[in-house]
Nanobody
Framework: QVRLVESGGGLVQPGGSLRLSCAVS????????MGWFRQAPGEQRELVAS???????NYADSVKGRFTISAENAKNMVYLQMNSLKTEDTAVYYCRASRPNFNYWGQGTQVTVSS
């Protein structure tokens, strides 16, 4: 059974930084894509960043230049470095592991950007 556990969320002031971590049970090389999503209250869940098994990286336009996704295959970890945080980045952030016909989700970690 695949298990994803996010950590690293919290309260930060605008302009601050946070680093989210996603610990995956077993090898992340089993998945075609690892991604970070977020969902704000009353909003749909949206893609923030993704990294494929071939190393292709994609970012939402709203986070380009501020967020960086990375993977550490040896430790089965995926990270999201978030810099220059804005109040509109406030959301629950979820890690997702994808196979061609199934997605696995973590439980999410809350990120609140507020002064």
């Amino acid at each position: 059974q695949v298990r994803l556990v996010e950590s690293g969320g919290g309260l930060v002031q605008p302009g601050g930084s946070l680093r989210l971590s996603c610990a995956v049970s077993g090898s992340i090389l089993r998945f075609t894509t690892m991604g970070w999503f977020r969902q704000a209250p009353g909003e749909q869940r949206e893609l923030v960043a993704s990294i494929s098994d071939t190393g292709t990286i994609n970012y939402a336009d709203s986070v380009k230049g501020r967020f960086t996704i990375s993977a550490e295959n040896a430790k089965n970890m995926v990270y999201l470095q978030m810099n220059s945080l804005k109040t509109e980045d406030t959301a629950v952030y979820y890690c997702r592991a994808s196979r061609p016909n199934f997605n696995y989700w973590g439980q999410g970690t809350q990120v609140t950007v507020s002064s």
